[in-house]
């Protein structure tokens, strides 16, 4: 069974840092890339950033270009997202998300989700 | 950036009936086009891929339809199971989701 853990999540002042990570079990992990997903509360869904299987190709959404990076250990099985230069409006539930396509550079469909991690930035 | 539209933004229906949502993508995206099916305090879930694929051990009455820019979403008996927000999402470029359609039961 494919199980993805959030973790890492809380309260922050603006400006402030924050790494997010993802625990992942159930499938070849190294086989797929993965992904970041936020919902701010009340609001849809905003893709954030995606890996490939290899760290090889990196995206980030305009929004958070260049305050955040994802990063991935495959011999741990975990994912990460370093949040830095944090806005109010970067609260939200994040989720990690795998990618549908083995071997792949990064399909950009999302086909299991973890229970997320609420990062809220506030003063 | 790939903008995403949906209508209408929210329904209500009988049980039963059928439920179309649309979605438009604000420039030729071919079929990478998403369904995934929302509900309350949950993760979103994948229903259709590129377009028109049913995903593993969705109920076949989730269909989808569409290439290019205009795409339609379908539950052809809605049951109360349904309840939920359903989102479009592209990955013709870097993903981007619509807004969502809220779906309630009358």
């Known amino acids: 069974e494919v199980q993805l853990v959030e973790s890492g999540g809380g309260l922050v002042q603006p400006g402030r840092s924050l790494r997010l990570s993802c625990a992942a079990s159930?499938?070849?992990?190294?086989?797929?890339?993965m992904h970041w997903v936020r919902q701010a509360p009340g609001k849809g869904l905003e893709w954030v950033s995606g890996i490939s299987w290899n760290s090889g190709s990196i995206g980030y959404a305009d929004s958070v270009k260049g305050r955040f990076t994802i990063s991935r250990d495959n011999a741990k099985n975990s994912l990460y997202l370093q949040m830095n230069s944090l806005r109010a409006e970067d609260t939200a539930l994040y989720y990690c998300?795998?990618?549908?396509?083995?071997?792949?550079?990064?399909?950009?469909?999302?086909?299991?989700w973890g229970q997320g991690t609420l990062v809220t930035v506030s003063s | 950036d790939i903008q995403m539209t949906q209508s209408p933004s929210s329904l209500s229906a009988s049980v039963g009936d059928r439920v179309t949502i649309t979605c438009q993508a604000s420039?030729?995206?071919?079929?990478?086009l998403n369904w995934y099916q929302q509900k309350p305090g949950k993760a979103p879930k994948l229903l259709i891929y590129d377009a028109s694929n049913l995903e593993t051990g969705v109920p076949s009455r989730f269909s989808g339809s569409g290439s290019g820019t205009d795409f339609t979403f379908t539950i052809s008996s809605l049951q109360p199971e349904d309840i939920a927000t359903y989102y479009c999402q592209q990955y013709d470029n870097l993903p981007t989701f619509g807004p969502g359609t809220k779906v309630d039961i009358k």
């Open positions: 159930g499938f070849t992990f190294d086989d797929y890339a």
């Open positions: 998300a795998k990618d549908k396509l083995v071997g792949a550079i990064g399909s950009g469909s999302f086909d299991y």
């Open positions: 420039q030729d995206i071919s079929n990478y």
